[in-house]
């Protein structure tokens, strides 16, 4: 049974556990590596048991523990996995060529944003599904078969339009950020969501919500909103934090085992 762990999520850091019955993987390893190891040791996870790091693009909230990741890797035997050149060794990824760790599946996707080769992530663990999307200014059409339908939907939702505008930030870097190759907003994100959410579907995670250009409420209320609209139910929805972990599992019953008081976690219905 697939399993997830957020332990950041936003513009200072992001890193995700992603595990199966016989893997764990890293995607992303943002923050410092003293802030992962103590994740970990939160979640009762174990860096020995970690199979491989993946690379989602290159910015420095997705890479800031990368070299010390890297220099700690002969005490845990972990491999890293990039669509880019990290500098390092490393297993190079291709989007849309499949590769497996153990018994995990993962199909890359390319995704539109300023850093060369973003990737997106399908992951299979025999009949169910995570996907992992962050970082991308849209998300093609052509994209939504592979995506539809899954367990896990871990989702960018960065930005609020209005508050963006209203902020303090610099033209330019608002103009990245609305463009084509920037981040996506939460009624984009909620959009995207909403065609591929299905009956299997268990949780939805609005990930990366920038800290002075969103609120958690109003995303919440944009997707809740949407999905009421699409007739999309059955799950739950939450909003990842930049530095609280979250546990998503599920017990054999299917009930979910998490930390759910320190989360919004609402229950689509």
């Known amino acids: 049974m697939l399993k997830f762990y957020s332990l950041a999520s936003g513009s200072k850091g992001n890193a995700t556990i992603i595990k199966s019955d016989k893997a764990m993987i890293q995607i992303d390893c943002g923050k410092n ?8 040791d939160a979640l009762d996870l174990h ?14 909230d997705h890479v800031s523990a990368l070299k010390v990741m890297y220099n700690k890797r002969a005490n845990y035997s972990y491999d890293f996995y990039a669509g ?7 297993f190079s990824i291709q989007a849309f060529k499949q590769f497996e760790i153990k ?3 993962i199909i ?3 995704l539109s944003h300023d850093s060369p080769n973003t990737l997106g992530f399908v992951i299979y663990d025999n009949d169910e599904k995570l996907v992992y999307i962050t970082d991308t200014g849209y998300l093609k059409g052509e994209y939504l078969k592979l995506i539809e339908n899954p367990d896990y ?3 960018e939702a960065n930005h609020d339009v209005t508050m963006l505008m209203e902020s303090n930030r610099p033209y330019y870097l608002k103009q990245r950020i609305l463009g084509v190759n920037g981040h996506l907003n939460n009624e984009d994100s909620a959009e995207i969501s909403s065609l591929v959410i299905g009956d299997k579907t268990k949780i939805v995670a609005l990930a990366h919500l920038s800290e002075e250009a969103n609120d958690e409420t109003i995303a919440l209320d944009v997707f809740k909103q949407q999905m009421n609209l699409a007739n999309k139910n059955g799950f739950y929805l939450l909003c990842l934090k930049q530095s609280e972990l979250f546990k998503g599992e599920f017990d054999e019953e299917c009930n979910l085992c998490t930390n759910s008081s320190t989360f919004n976690l609402e229950f689509i219905s």
Not at 33 to 40: D, G
Not at 47 to 60: K, M, N
């Open 84 to 90: 880019f050149d990290l500098g390092i060794d490393q």
């Open 47 to 60: 860096l020995e048991d970690l199979d491989a790091v993946i690379i989602s693009h290159g910015h420095s």
């Open 108 to 110: 890359p996707f390319s």
């Open 103 to 105: 018994d995990i599946k």
């Open 153 to 155: 939907l871990i989702i």
């Open 33 to 40: 590596f003293k802030y992962l190891k103590n994740s970990y």
